[in-house]
C-alpha cells in the first residue's frame, strides 16, 4: 500500500493543496500567467484532479473525469505526486525512468515551474495543518 489509503484521502491532501496554491497571493498569479490546464491522472490509489489556469480565475476540479481534455496530461503514482510536492522526487530523472510520463506541450508545462517550485515548502506546512501530519 502507498502513501494514500485510497483516492478520497488523494483528494483531500492533493486535492486540498492545489486549492490553496491556485489562490494564494504569491503562487496563484504564476499559475495564472502559466495560461494553460493539466489533468494528473495518479494510480495507486486511481485519481484524477484538473487545474484550468486558462480562463479569469484558476480551477481545481477532483475527481476530474480521466478523459477531462486538457493541453497537460501528467501521469504517475500518487507515492511520486507526493514526493514531487515534498520536494525529494528528481522530475527529470522520473521522466527519463517513465515513472512520470507527461502528454502535451512540454514548453507549456515548463510554464508551470515558477509556480510549483516555490510552493514545495508549503505542502508540508499543509499536510501538518490539514491533519496529515503522517505525510510529512
Not at 514526493?83 to 515513472?99: C, E, Q, S
Not at 514548453?107 to 510549483?116: E, G, V, Y
Request: glycine residues 8%; proline residues 5%; negative net charge.
Amino acid at each position: 500500500m502507498g502513501m494514500f489509503r485510497d483516492a478520497e484521502e488523494l483528494y483531500a491532501v492533493q486535492g486540498g493543496f492545489f486549492d490553496l496554491i491556485t489562490v494564494d497571493s504569491s503562487l496563484g498569479p504564476k499559475f495564472a500567467a502559466s495560461d494553460t490546464s493539466f489533468l494528473v491522472k495518479y494510480t495507486d490509489p486511481e485519481a484524477f484532479i484538473l487545474v484550468d489556469c486558462t480562463g479569469d480565475e484558476n480551477r481545481v476540479i477532483y475527481p476530474a473525469s480521466p478523459d477531462t481534455d486538457a493541453e497537460i496530461t501528467l501521469t504517475m503514482e500518487a507515492d511520486a505526486g507526493h514526493r514531487f510536492w515534498l520536494g525529494d522526487l528528481n522530475l527529470t530523472g522520473a521522466i527519463a525512468r517513465r515513472k512520470v510520463t507527461i502528454h502535451g506541450s512540454m514548453k507549456d508545462a515548463l510554464r508551470l515551474l515558477p509556480a510549483m517550485k516555490p510552493a514545495f515548502p508549503k505542502y508540508r506546512t499543509y499536510c501538518i495543518e490539514s491533519g496529515h501530519a503522517d505525510k510529512t
